[in-house]
């Protein structure tokens, strides 16, 4: 389709497109980026998600392309989809045209946003385009009045896990493209390299400082402490982060806040600042609300003026309460620091690891009302759903895809009851193929081994310790996701357990299923409340723990989320604490 007069320069001229897209020619920088993610935010919209994010620039080539022109070569253009839970496609961009190439080396970068905590699929189409379009913008085109070249797809933690975060795929025909099968079978591969921004490894900084709270308790002055979120669909808030409670004090100052850009978007997204007084029940009672970007709190701390805060009182913002209390920022600084993908990107893994409850009150796993009950239809239980939200995602972060798989509260065939057995029946290891081994395993064990009790959580989670310690220093990171229907009976082992897995490379997700009450569980989760304490008083160096129900959430991908979250800066603190750097040995 290309010129027969086109061979310029080498055939590497570009048509279309100058690094940039073409509706960028009319809009200042932060206009342009916010069309350039419009794309991919209304598909997360669509999931009813609202991940943490990292934003990235994604670069294309290709080699060997099929050449579709008589007396020159293919003029070819690419185009990125993600796709959405239907399976329709959403467009997020278009290179420009590279003439008369085979092997073309494309200038315009994709903005996509990475979210850790889910799946995100992508599409790539490749065009030759005919010359007769060459003076039109790559985004107006019609893609139908253009040659196909190929296509090929994969996931975006694919690119990202890759050594160089470079990925290369076989460019193929396509299901919406065929038509009699062509002579030549190759259609050359397409090569994915991304680059993560400058906002995903920028941190801010802040010391908060409040005056004139009010008083809330009787016989002492009110526990504040901040907790920032971000406001999400249908009136719920994200908790991003959190300060110390500060004790019988009206006049508090709290020490340094850490947030990073990713977490939040851009400097200039809302922010819901919440003052508390901490209650030992966890009912926290709410002292002062307001609403600012990071932007408003730096001019906040340059202007060292205050602002009152609110008690809201409905929808309506301008029937709030306004309260005598006022918030300070005694300190508002920025910095670079090494991104959790930067880890990732030197060989740094997340090993997965599972543990399942088989105590009796799941009920019998042959009846349909049990929460062990295989389906014959195929829909899976809640055990399943959980493995696989958290599993499929995690997976891409483990090289040899080895995870080790236990049950707990049962009673495996001519045995005691176990609180740690090995899913697999094995007597020396527990590791398994996959995330389908985990499945295989889990369907067997329900043939052979008899549920009992009581719900036990120290032994399995001492296992996952006891491996995350003998792996520490082999940039290894272990993810431990417990699954349970009841509330433990050994809290205080647990806490000790937790306490001191804190100083190791290991988180834990605990997922509840099922209608039991899970109060007592939030306890182990340190977001409710004050850090964890062992039974010798020894305080938990980080929060690792994410306990979910799984009653809360409307969907499998919403699992992941809500589990997955906080992983990435639960493995930055660790990283943190030993002072290792990302391409440290």
């Known amino acids: ?134 003076s039109v913008p790559a985004k107006m085109l019609r893609l139908d009045e253009q040659q196909f070249l190929g296509e090929a797809e994969c996931f975006l933690s694919e690119i990202v896990t890759k050594p160089g975060r470079i990925l290369t795929l076989p460019l193929r025909q396509g299901a919406e493209h065929k038509g009699p099968s062509p002579r030549v079978q190759k259609f050359g591969e397409l090569i994915l390299q991304v680059e993560e921004t400058i906002d995903s490894k920028t941190m801010v900084e802040m010391v908060f400082r409040c005056t004139d709270l009010p008083n809330k308790d009787l016989f002492s002055k009110s526990d504040p402490f901040i907790k920032i979120s971000r406001p999400v669909q249908n009136g719920r808030f994200i908790p991003l982060c959190k300060t110390e409670v500060k004790m019988n004090d009206l006049n508090p100052v709290w020490k340094p806040l850490t947030l990073s850009i990713q977490q939040i978007g851009s400097k200039d997204n809302p922010l819901i600042i919440d003052c508390y007084n901490f209650n030992n029940s966890g009912n926290h009672e709410l002292l002062g609300r307001m609403q600012k970007s990071l932007d408003d709190l730096e001019k906040l701390c340059i202007s060292k003026s205050g602002e009152n805060f609110y008690l809201p009182t409905g929808n309506n913002n301008h029937h709030n309460k306004i309260l005598k209390g006022h918030l300070f920022v005694e300190k508002f600084s920025t910095s670079t620091k090494p991104s959790f993908l930067d880890y990732i990107a030197n060989g740094y893994e997340l090993n997965f690891m599972v543990a399942i409850d088989f105590t009796a009150s799941n009920g019998n796993p042959r009846l349909p009302d049990s929460l062990h ?6 829909r899976s239980n809640a055990y399943q759903r959980a493995i696989w939200s958290v599993g499929e995602v995690l997976e891409f972060y483990d090289t040899d895809k080895r ?23 094995s007597g020396s290891y527990a590791e398994v193929e996959g995330i389908s081994g985990i499945m295989s395993a889990y369907a067997s064990a329900l043939r052979n081994v008899s549920l009992a009790g009581p719900t036990l959580f120290g032994q399995v989670i001492n296992s996952a310790a006891q491996i995350a310690d003998i792996h520490a220093g082999q940039r290894k990171y272990y993810v431990l996701l417990i699954i349970t229907d009841g509330v433990i009976t050994d809290l205080q082992e647990t806490k000790d357990a ?71 800066m639960q493995f930055l603190s660790y990283m943190k604490s030993r002072h290792i750097e990302p391409a440290a040995g």
Not at 103 to 112: G, Y
């Open 373 to 378: 009950y295989m389906d014959p239809s195929g």
């Open 498 to 568: 937790i306490v001191r897995a804190s100083d190791l490379p290991l988180s834990i997700l605990i997922v509840g299923v099922g209608g039991a009450d899970f109060k007592e569980m939030e306890i182990l989760d340190a977001d409710k409340g004050e850090p964890l304490e062992s039974s010798t008083g020894r305080v938990a160096t980080r929060d690792i723990v994410q306990f979910v129900p799984l009653r809360n959430l409307q969907s499998e991908e919403t699992v992941a989320q809500s589990l997955l979250a906080e992983l990435p």
């Open 403 to 425: 995870f080790p798989a236990w049950g707990f509260g049962g009673r495996p065939i001519d045995g005691p009851v176990s609180h740690c057995f090995n899913l697999n029946g």
């Open 1 to 134: 389709m290309g010129c027969c007069f086109s061979d310029i320069a080498g055939g590497q001229q570009a048509v279309g497109g100058t690094g940039v897209n073409e509706d960028r020619y009319t809009m200042n920088p932060d206009q342009a980026d916010r069309e350039a993610f419009s794309a991919v935010k209304t598909f997360m919209n669509s999931r009813g998600l609202n991940a943490l994010s990292y934003q990235f620039e994604l670069s294309l080539s290709a080699s060997n392309l099929r050449d579709r022109d008589i007396l020159s070569k293919s003029d070819p253009m690419a185009v990125v989809y993600t796709k959405k839970q239907d399976g329709s496609l959403e467009e997020l961009g278009r290179t420009e045209v590279i003439l008369n190439s085979l092997d073309p080396l494309w200038i315009t970068k994709q903005r996509v946003i990475y979210f850790f905590e889910i799946l995100q699929p992508l599409l790539f189409r490749v065009y030759d385009v005919d010359s007769k379009f060459h």
